[in-house]
Nanobody, 121 residues
């Protein structure tokens, strides 16, 4: 059974950093485009970053310069490094995978259940 599991969320102070992980089981991520999304309370889900199977990357303007998406196919995991975190980054963060090259949007094939990031002092 194909599954994505996010981890690495938690409580962090403003200005701090976190690295989120998205681990796949039941399939290999090598040929998939992976996206990171987030949803804050009362807001719509927002796309943050995507990485294609050949490691091309794309970032939302809202986080560009503060986040880095990367992949390690050897461990079937994609990461989202987040720096200079702000209160408004508080949200549930999701990863998603899609078999189609470069397709990174709300209707991707597989989704994880999310990990909560809380930015607070």
């Amino acid at each position: 059974q194909a599954q994505l599991v996010e981890s690495g969320g938690g409580l962090v102070q403003p200005g701090g950093s976190l690295r989120l992980s998205c681990a796949a089981s039941g399939f290999t991520l090598d040929d998939y485009t992976i996206g990171w999304f987030r949803q804050a309370p009362g807001k719509e889900r927002e796309g943050l970053a995507c990485i294609t199977s050949d490691s091309s990357t794309f970032y939302s303007s809202s986080v560009k310069g503060r986040v880095t998406i990367s992949r390690d196919n050897a461990v079937n995991t994609v990461y989202l490094q987040m720096n200079s975190l702000k209160h408004e980054d508080t949200a549930v963060y999701y990863c998603a995978a899609d078999r189609t090259y470069g397709r990174c949007y709300s209707g991707m094939d597989y989704w994880g259940k999310g990990t909560l990031v809380t930015v607070s002092s």
